[in-house]
């Protein structure tokens, strides 16, 4: 079995446990950086009551905690499902260098787990989007990024 196999099965194999128990979701997901697994998790968004806590994030989270880092480029993202729009985002954010997946979105929707919905609102203007958005002190809220553009102590990331 090659190395991609292995992790991709570790994730569906989290994701069965998850999906048979009450453990919150049939979704796994492990970081792997030089043939060395940093993080697997699984869903635990209805134990944990966080809708944000999707096995992705858990695992981006934990590895991040691992290595210390916000950053993690030199890392690979196998996931038991396509991302969702957070849980994509969420990767971008930490620059990991590849995702790879098993099912798809649609096997996904399939299960009852649609994101169209959520793909087809952030095409939308945000006057346009099912939850009402209203722009509320523009210029204050441009303040903090004035200070954070000449704080020169800060972490870019």
């Known amino acids: 079995m090659n190395q991609e196999n292995k992790y991709m099965r570790q994730a569906i194999e989290l994701a ?15 970081v792997v950086k030089e043939g060395r697994v940093i993080s697997a998790c699984s869903n ?5 009551n966080d809708p944000t806590a999707h096995a992705e994030v858990n695992a981006i989270r934990t590895a991040c905690r691992e290595l210390g880092t916000f950053d993690l480029s030199g890392c690979t993202l ?10 994509l985002s969420a990767a971008y954010w930490a620059r990991v260098d590849k995702i790879v997946f098993a099912a798809d979105r649609n ?27 209203e722009k509320l002190m523009q210029k204050e809220g441009t303040e903090p990024f004035d200070i954070w553009k000449s704080n020169e102590k800060k972490i870019r990331y």
């Open 107 to 133: 096997d996904a929707a399939d299960a009852g787990f649609s994101d169209a919905f959520i793909y087809e609102e952030l095409s939308l203007d945000t006057d346009k989007r099912s939850i009402p958005m």
């Open 44 to 48: 635990s968004v209805t134990p944990d």
């Open 78 to 87: 196998y996931s038991s499902c396509e991302p969702c729009p957070m849980c």
């Open 16 to 30: 069965r446990e998850n999906a048979s128990s009450s453990g919150g979701g049939p979704f796994g997901a492990v």
